[in-house]
């Protein structure tokens, strides 16, 4: 019977993406059979039935334990981790005090926030404070994408609002990896509130590609010589007092030749190589700031409704700023890991809970 077939038939198993160390994911990842008794919900949690889950590049940079990708608690010997921090599904299950509250029914599509990790397997536990309901509109594919880059997006914006001298419009932005897709909502976003955006991209063809998928701003190849000139001529007379960063490395010493005295570089990924000359930083009143998505629970209340529903609208309206790269059974995780590690991926690689064996 393949695992498909026996999840179908009930037969008490789950299907999991598992590792016991910390390595180059195609080597410690294995695919295995779990007991459902594992993801049995607590009072306050729900069993969700995952259909789909992202392959972001911090699950990569965890899996490998890469400093980049946070900290990597130590795994437990005979506890293998199960990667992914978030995902879409269908409530199968509600925990006796998750059902009495009534604020979510069984059969209900929701995504959610795993935490440490534990999307990549068929069924996940979930804290029921962790759902978020899914709208008609919005398909499993976009949804189970949305939460973590769109926080991170309004993190990166905040930041920048914070580092501005003056906070009023216009403000003219310059983006690296502008393609990628936490920034390509940060476009989307940014257009909305009317910032003036200049978008990097290492390639020509990336620059195409990004220009056709979602045109309105100036997008510049840095694989060009003269790119800096490119930007000079797109910023005009414009100050740039902030740029949103994901590349770091030694990009950075190019892009604080383009930053005004004062101005603020907010990083939130380290895609590049090489190291950054700081010494520049201090005569100029320049900083660096990082931040990281998880910021964005100290938002308040009322901020983080209204940046959900800013991320709820953007899906409906605007599900392209959604890119969907590929999307593999979980069964094929080493292509799709191959796949969203390479060049010249246009958004995300999702798993599919069709296991595929
Ligand atoms: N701080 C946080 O909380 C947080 C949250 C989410 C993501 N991140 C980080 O943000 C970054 C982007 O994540 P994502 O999910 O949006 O990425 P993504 O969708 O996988 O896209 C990666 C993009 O980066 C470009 N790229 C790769 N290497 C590059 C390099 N050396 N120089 C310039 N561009 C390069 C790729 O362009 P090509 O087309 O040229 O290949 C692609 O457009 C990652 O570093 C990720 O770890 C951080």
Not at 71 to 99: D, M, Q
Not at 216 to 242: F, L, Y
Not at 319 to 324: G, K, S, T, W
Request: aromatic fraction near 6%.
């Amino acid at each position: 019977m393949s695992s498909d077939q026996k999840e179908a038939a009930n037969v008490g198993v789950f299907t999991a993406i598992e590792h016991a160390e910390y390595g180059h994911p195609a080597s410690v990842l294995r695919l295995v059979e779990r007991p459902m008794s594992e993801v049995e919900p607590g009072p306050h949690d729900a069993l969700v039935r995952v259909s789909k889950r992202p392959i972001h590049p911090g699950d990569l940079l965890m899996i490998a334990g890469d400093k980049r990708g946070g900290r990597a608690a130590p795994i437990p010997a005979g506890a293998p981790r199960t990667p992914g921090f978030e995902g879409v599904g269908v409530i199968e299950k509600l925990g006796s005090n998750a059902a009495h509250q009534g604020q979510f029914a069984v059969g209900q599509r929701v995504m959610f926030l795993s935490g440490t990790g534990r999307t990549w397997a068929t069924y996940s536990k979930v804290p029921v404070t962790s759902l978020v309901a899914v709208p008609d509109e919005v398909s499993d594919a976009v949804a189970a994408q949305i939460l973590i880059n769109t926080m991170t997006a309004q993190v990166v914006l905040r930041a920048g609002h914070n580092a501005l001298p003056v906070p009023e419009l216009p403000v003219t932005v310059i983006q690296t990896a502008a393609g990628s897709s936490v920034m390509r909502i940060v476009t989307a976003l940014g257009q909305k509130i009317g910032l003036t955006m200049i978008r990097l991209v290492r390639t020509r063809a990336g620059a195409e590609l990004l220009e056709a998928s979602l045109p309105g701003t100036p997008v510049i190849a840095t694989e060009a010589s003269g790119w800096q000139e490119q930007v000079r001529s797109a910023m005009g007379s414009r100050p740039v007092h902030v740029i949103f960063d994901a590349v770091g490395g030694a990009l950075v010493d190019d892009l604080t030749s383009l930053l005004s005295d004062g101005g603020t570089v907010v990083n939130f990924g380290w895609l590049g190589t090489g190291a950054p000359d700081l010494s520049g930083f201090a005569p100029r009143g320049l900083a660096f700031k990082g931040v990281v998505f998880t910021e964005w629970m100290n938002f308040s209340l009322a901020e983080q409704k209204q940046h959900r529903d800013m991320a709820m609208q953007l899906a409906k309206e605007a599900p392209h700023v959604f890119a969907i790269a590929g999307e593999y059974p979980l069964a094929d995780f080493r292509k799709a890991i191959e796949h969203a590690s390479g060049p010249g991926k246009n958004g995300v690689v999702l798993l599919t809970s069709q296991v595929g064996l």
